[in-house]
């Protein structure tokens, strides 16, 4: 691992164990030259300068086409480079032309922390800054790479300087740009709505513009602020692909541009709609964090360097490491029709089964009877938990369960006493009326003392108990953008400085109760992303709590995230989604593969399935640690063939896998399937447990232990199940 720089040649290479980054200076432009599968050299004769119509200063004629066909490392506006760029300006003069040629660069043995912003971490990293400037227009980019020693992703991000003396508008910032030839490329999107969140797509890429974006103010459930690049026939273990994924947490595009030489333009960065930022002399401008990993072992290869980076490089705080209790929620089982005792009833049987933590949902503050109310308002019900919250609070502890709490701080009712005594906290355009969603507006947390309030409301309420948990939610997109404060020429930086305001209460929020296990949430998951792992370790997938719609979302989920961030819940059937009926034993094997609890009225549910929470449990605890920091393989996909899922988590060391196996059509008169395996080592010995739900404890399946590359090449056994929606757990051990 490690970063240098050939003087000869002016160029630049990232090597990280297997996979190199090269950029070299030609004629003054930063060229990106490669990206791929680790190389001995810096690949600066892949720029193709030598190419017709040559460099603009031997045949200055037709600068025009090598603007346009020179591989630019950071494009910038209206030179002549017409495949989409990356920053776009708006000098006092009112031009957008932009040109930024090489001015220095340097290299060291850290990471810095992005000011404001969530990003990856390490203490063995290296970084190179390159600084790029324009001195007609007083502009400076600095452009940043890091690589830690652990893993095989670069990570990118932008800051731009105005140096001039006048005031400049940015319009347009991305974080990453990179060019490389088009090979039959396919991009992958994950995409989707509310309780269908990523749900994976691959297409192959046409001529022009592809990919995907986001206006909403938030990340959204349409669309993840990912794209993957896939070579033709991709499969999981095998063909190449590079993965883009932007570190933040509001609108977003990430683009891919097949240009009129079949030549690829990657970008990812802030989405320019409602977007504009003035700097003026003397201020900067710093971009997000972009992820960049390539991978030629497959979609898989790809899943576990992103799944490494997030565990080890992004995720902070005690739980971390640590496993997360199992919670039990009370959304799904009362909605907002509850109270202390049927609260307390819930955590008495809880308790019994041997559950962790009771989360109280929406509806526990103000007159916040349903959903049309009282957001804002966050002072607790005493007519609904009479005695208040520490009552409450002490009665769970008492039969030995932790209590966490909702809350959705960013939102304001109507119908609330915050905002009858403050209606201009909410966003809007003045003298226009404010769209509402869900019958709420947004508070317009980039004003200080707005935050304050929102920090003080929620502090207030952690202070008066012992809660444990957050569920942070975020339950409507941003419209009606207006901001009281900004002045005119800053209205468009309140979506970026939205974005901005809820990253710092976040962090106010984690350093004032660094024992806080913090979830976060978006109507089921419009705001999962990197950003917001940044400050929880987990954040709720998807209010769609259906283990088969699951399979789905976990599988697009998983193909950027660890496991151990998905938070994932067994609910009661038919279930309130979709009115689909699923065994309690799969919703529990789904659930598993994600943080794991429950979503039901456990005092409600059917006898047998109450039953078999202390097993589901024990299950739980016996193979969490797997789960949340083994390798992730995915083995099949009921997203694609319709029949039939499974995935395996395999520990670091390869001594032990679990196969996670779930047959949602059931067909007669068919054999048993066999099912090759993935990650183990060739050469172990591995004797096959199963999980036994009725004395709950693991079982051997046979006297006989199959080798890793037996399981591998030749498959596994699995028996024809009795019925849709099916599943079963294998448990691995290596012998010795
Ligand atoms: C969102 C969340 C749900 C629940 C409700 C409460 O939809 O995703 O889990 O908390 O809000 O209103």
């Known amino acids: 691992m490690g970063i240098s720089y050939d003087e000869r040649n002016m160029s630049f290479k990232l090597d990280t164990a297997k996979v190199s980054y090269c950029m070299a200076v030609a004629d003054g432009y930063l060229g990106h030259s490669y990206f791929g599968k680790r190389i001995s050299d810096d690949a600066s004769q892949l720029l193709r300068i030598k190419e017709a119509p040559y460099t603009p200063d031997k045949n200055a004629r037709d600068k025009l086409s090598f603007m346009d066909c020179f591989p630019m490392e950071y494009p910038t506006h209206g030179t002549g480079d017409f495949r989409g760029d990356a920053l776009k300006i708006r000098t ?3 031009h957008r032309v932009c040109e930024l040629r090489y001015a220095s660069h340097e290299i060291t043995k850290e990471k810095k922390r992005l000011p404001g912003l969530p990003a990856t971490f390490g203490d063995k990293a290296e970084s190179l800054k390159i600084k790029l400037a324009d001195e007609i227009a007083g502009v400076e980019a600095e452009l940043n790479y890091s690589i830690f020693d652990d893993n095989d992703a670069v990570m990118r991000s932008v800051s731009i300087k105005n140096v001039s003396n006048e005031d400049i508008y ?15 490329y396919s991009l992958i999107t994950l995409n989707g709505t509310w309780a269908r969140e990523r749900h994976i797509d691959i297409y192959p890429i046409g001529k022009g513009f592809h990919g995907v974006s986001s206006n909403r103010g938030e990340t959204s459930h349409q669309h993840q602020p990912f794209i993957g690049i896939a070579s033709k026939n991709i499969s999981q273990e095998t063909g190449e692909v590079y993965g883009v994924h932007l570190v933040y947490s509001g609108n977003f595009q990430a683009t891919v541009y097949n240009d009129q030489f079949d030549r690829l333009r990657v970008m990812s960065g802030i989405g320019e709609d409602d977007f504009e930022w003035k700097l003026s002399p003397g201020e900067e401008f710093v971009a997000p964090e972009v992820v960049l990993v390539y991978s030629s072992e497959g979609l898989g290869g790809m899943s576990r360097t992103f799944h490494d980076l997030y565990r080890d490089h992004l995720i902070r705080g005690k739980y971390r490491e640590l496993p997360r209790p199992v919670l039990i929620n009370n959304w799904e089982a009362t909605y907002f029709d509850f109270d202390d005792e049927k609260l307390v009833k819930i955590a008495e049987q809880a308790a019994k089964s041997g559950i962790e933590m009771l989360v109280m949902d929406d509806g526990w503050f103000g007159n916040r009877y349903d959903d049309n109310r009282a957001l804002g308002d966050w002072t607790v019900n005493e007519e609904k938990l009479k005695g208040g919250l520490g009552k409450l609070t002490e009665r769970v502890n008492a039969l030995g369960l932790k209590f966490g709490i ?6 304001i009712s109507p119908d609330s006493e915050l905002y009858r005594a403050h209606p201009d906290w909410a966003i809007a355009v003045p003298g226009r009326k404010a769209g509402l969603c869900r019958n709420q507006y947004v508070l317009d947390i980039t004003r200080k003392e707005i935050r304050d309030y929102v920090f003080d409301a929620v502090a207030k309420v952690l202070d008066s108990a012992n809660i444990e948990y957050v569920k942070w939610d975020m339950n409507r997109q941003l419209a009606d953008l207006g901001s009281l404060e900004l002045p005119a020429d800053r209205q468009g930086e309140l979506s970026h400085r939205y974005v901005l305001a809820v990253y710092e209460l976040q962090e106010r929020l984690i350093t004032k109760y660094p024992d806080l296990l913090l979830e ?9 992303d990197p950003g917001m792992l940044y400050y929880s370790p987990q954040i709720w997938c998807s209010d769609d709590t259906d283990a088969i719609e699951r399979l789905a979302i976990q599988e697009g989920t998983a193909l950027i995230y660890p496991l151990s961030a998905m938070g994932a819940h067994v609910s009661d059937c038919p279930n309130h989604t979709v009115g689909r009926n699923t065994p309690f034993e799969t919703r529990g094997y789904v659930a598993l593969a994600g943080t794991f609890g429950y979503e039901l009225d456990i005092t409600k549910i059917p006898e047998a399935d109450r039953k078999q929470i202390p097993a589901q449990i024990k299950m739980y605890h016996r193979y969490h640690e797997l789960v949340a920091k ?13 029949l039939w899922d499974a995935w395996m988590c395999v520990s670091k060391d390869k001594k032990e896998a679990l196969l996670t196996f779930i047959q949602v059509v059931g067909r007669p008169n068919h054999h048993s399937r066999i099912v090759r395996l993935s990650g183990l080592d060739p050469d172990k010995k591995y004797r096959l447990l199963s999980f036994d739900m009725e004395n709950a404890e693991e079982k051997i399946i046979s006297e006989v232990c199959l080798k890793g590359d037996t399981l591998m090449n030749a498959g596994l056994v699995i028996p024809q199940l009795w019925g849709d929606n099916k599943g079963l757990l294998i448990h691995l051990v290596s012998e010795g």
């Open 170 to 184: 940015l319009e347009r910032v991305l974080s990453a740009a990179f060019d490389m030839d088009n090979r039959e």
């Open 92 to 94: 006092a003069g009112g």
């Open 520 to 528: 976060n949430c978006s109507g089921g998951g419009a705001r999962f």
């Open 630 to 642: 083994g390798d992730y393989y995915r083995i099949a996909s009921y997203h694609e063939n319709r």
């Open 406 to 411: 909702w809350f959705e701080p960013e939102m």
